[in-house]
Structure formats: C-alpha cells, structure tokens
C-alpha cells in the first residue's frame, strides 16, 4: 500500500539557513522511506502564509499550495522548535490555518482531514518539550487528524545552553528508536484508516 508523507517545518530560520528542526524532520522521514514511504519536507517560513483560520486568504497567499500537499498526504510530521516554552509562531499560524478543516466537510458529514495521521516533532536548547508536544497533539486532533501512539519525537538540550540539535554530532541510540518507532506506528495507523475510515453522520 503505497504512503506519502509531508513534513511542515515550522523554524524561523528562513532557507538556506541551518535549522535543526529539517535535521530532526529529515531523521524522521528516512525511518519512513525504509518503510516504502515517499516523503516531501516544506519550509513554512519560505512562503506567504497569510494570517487567518480560511484555506484562502486571497491574493499572494501561500497556504492554499500547501493545503494541497496536505490532503493529498496520508501522513502530516509538523516540526517546531521551542522558544520561551512555546510552539514558534510560525508553527501556530500553521494551527490557524488548519483550523478551517473544522467548517470544511465531505458528503459524510466528516472534515477533509479525516483519514489523515499526524506526528510532532520538536527541538529546542530549553525545557518545554512535553508541553509544545500537548499543545500540538490538541490542535492537530481538534481539526480531524489521527494521532498514533508515541507519535512525537524530541530533542532538547540543557536548560539555558546553548547547543542546536543540528551541531550535535551524535543524539544518541535514543533518537533514532523514537524516530523509528513513530514511523512504524504511523504507517501502521495510516494503512488501518486507508482500509477503514471514519463513519459519516448519516452512518
């Protein structure tokens, strides 16, 4: 059963800067390669997001191209880093965005992104991980995705240090079982919903 995945990352660091969330998202998508999916990673922050909750804030806005890729993926990774214990606005403009699947809806009764699994992934040279991590898993469900167990993979450094994940020469064995076990799990839950998706209203 062929799987597609696409990964937002949602850094401030504008391409073709460094940013250690692609390095954490990119780690991420190779576990799901090894398992036959075909994964594309997108810088938020490279495109005109508009603000708004609408799939179309109207003219020179970005979001819809990326909406697209969206629905069109059966598997969503939305990278942030933390900053002062918090998701980077750029990751809740994505949230914003998203929040218009709430009025959007099939002849089902069900939102357009129902069928579709989410994952976390987060870094950060501070506390907060856990947090960030709740937060994401609320808003990405409140707006239809599926999330699968141990469905997030971290890293953070010391609290107030200064290391980036990116310079890290070596995570550790840790990183890499997390990073693998959240791609099984979500393949795993994404065939489940591709063979059996959610009853409609009428059902």
């Not at 167990?149 to 070596?170: F, H, L, Q, R």
């Not at 799990?185 to 919903?193: G, P, T």
């Amino acid at each position: 059963m062929a799987l597609t995945a696409l990964a937002i990352n949602c850094t401030l660091k504008a391409s073709p800067q460094q940013s250690s969330c692609s390095v954490l998202l990119s780690q991420a998508q190779r576990e799901l390669e090894k398992l036959g999916v075909s994964c594309e990673q997108v810088r938020a922050v490279d495109f005109n997001i508009k603000p708004g909750v609408t799939s179309d804030e109207g003219e020179g806005d970005d979001w819809p191209m990326i909406r697209e890729k969206l629905l069109a993926a059966d598997i969503l990774i939305l990278g942030t880093p933390i900053w002062l214990g918090h998701p980077s606005s750029v990751c809740q403009r994505v949230l914003e965005r998203l929040d218009a699947f709430i009025g959007e809806v099939d002849d089902e009764q069900r939102m357009v992104s129902y069928g579709r699994v989410a994952c976390v992934a987060v870094v950060g040279n501070e506390d907060g991980a856990h947090h960030v991590v709740a937060s994401l898993y609320q808003g990405l469900n409140d707006v239809g995705f599926t999330i699968p167990a141990n469905g997030c993979t971290y890293w953070v450094g010391p609290a107030m240090g200064s290391t980036d994940y990116k310079d890290v020469e070596d995570p550790g064995e840790k990183i890499g079982k997390t990073n693998a076990m959240l791609a099984r799990n979500a393949v795993h839950l994404a065939k489940l919903l591709k063979q059996a998706g959610y009853p409609g209203a009428s059902q």
